[in-house]
């Protein structure tokens, strides 16, 4: 009796109860296995790779049981070495001693699998790259020395103003947003602009026109360019002109040299917002983070390299927003490739144009080899224990240096901390309730220390 594709199936094995293939039906959508015919008269297990062998001897188990066996992934091997992936189910056939085994082609799902991951990949590729690019775009913009304003085109509104726009108009870039272009231009100059800029939504570009700032009379440059950014318009506005004295577009303190002369500085240098994520990092600051790229390090925390987790970059920037300025603030510093350094960190809150912070990391390693900080009263106090060699026991050496030491670290965690004794405990390694009861051994339990 010859096995009959059966509907909804892409291959037919007809069996009998010893599990030996009597005939075989294929779809004509099935391709890559010429020598199925050789299958006919050899037992199933024998035509099925190694790792499928026990779900064949399973299914033959369960169909002589129950009658019927679930469905199973099953892979033939093509006499080229190619994989058929199958998915079969095995029931009876009228007779008893006659089985089916009807399977689906998984080949074409396979194909269309990898296809989707290949897609799927390939969009967090471009997302990635996209990405990138906009963070480059967001720095420039930011450190341009040229001022720059980008408008919505149906409104003509400033959706966004670098520094130095800020600078140019003498107030903060946040007040500039909202503002209707052009403003604060002299009203002789101001209807060309309004021309200059009907012509740039029209044609995408503008011919420069010169302009005077109503407040100070400073003469500048305006340049429009026209974007089409999805369903929408944005126009750029570069405005350029005569800077102040302190802060010149070219030479020895324009904005490049100086950011030029930042990034080979021998100190690690970031600028981070408030909230201490990274915005710039000099060469310096990226080896000392063992980083390959600035990308790396952009938009993330600056605590995932220096300091000891809630402590340190939280205290420095809590007492930023108190005072402005930190100096000196020892810490440490690791490396992406498990590097420890000691650090000395030096920082600055600046509110305009817009609030962020600057940071000045530099390594004082081998400066503390020599002289550890914090160590000589603790040397000294060793050094008293060991005049009563000879007249306590050892025993009582160890116990008196090992408390030493302990309150010695339980002072340092609390300075560290600001006297905050749950974080205190938390960079000790210990509970809060073992850290208050040593607080009462060695005398430590102060009014002045808060819980966090």
Known sequence: MSANLAPGSDIVLELDAAGVIQSIALGTSVGGLDDSRSWVGR???????????????????????????????????????DEFPVVYTVMHRTR????????????????????????????????????????????????????????????LKVVEANPAAARLFDQPAKRLIGRTFPFDIDPESEAAVIQQLAVSRIQGRADDSCARLAPSGRKITISLSSLQEENSEVVVVRLTGEMADSEPESGPASAGAVLSLLDGLPDGFVVADVEGRVWLANRAFLGMAELASREQALGRPLSRWVGRPGADLDKVLALLREHGVVRLFSTTMRGELGSHNEVELSSVLTAEPGPQVGFVIRDVGRRLVSSPRGTDDLNEAVARLTTLVGQVTLKTLVRDTTGLLERHFIEAALELTDDNRTSAAEVLGLSRQSLYMKLRRYGLTGENGSEG
């Open 43 to 81: 037992a199933w297990i024998e035509t099925v790779a190694e790792d499928s062998r026990n779900a064949v001897t399973e299914m033959l188990a369960e169909v002589a049981s129950g009658g019927l066996s679930p469905r199973r992934l099953i892979t033939h091997v093509s006499s080229g070495g």
């Open 96 to 155: 008893p001693d006659r089985l089916v085994a009807l399977g689906l082609d998984l080949r074409g799902m396979q194909a269309l699998e990898h296809r989707l991951v290949n897609a799927q990949q390939s969009l967090e590729r471009d997302y990635r790259r996209m990405r990138h690019v906009e963070t480059r775009y967001r720095l420039l913009f930011q450190v341009s020395g040229e001022a720059m304003l980008i408008l919505d085109g149906g409104s």
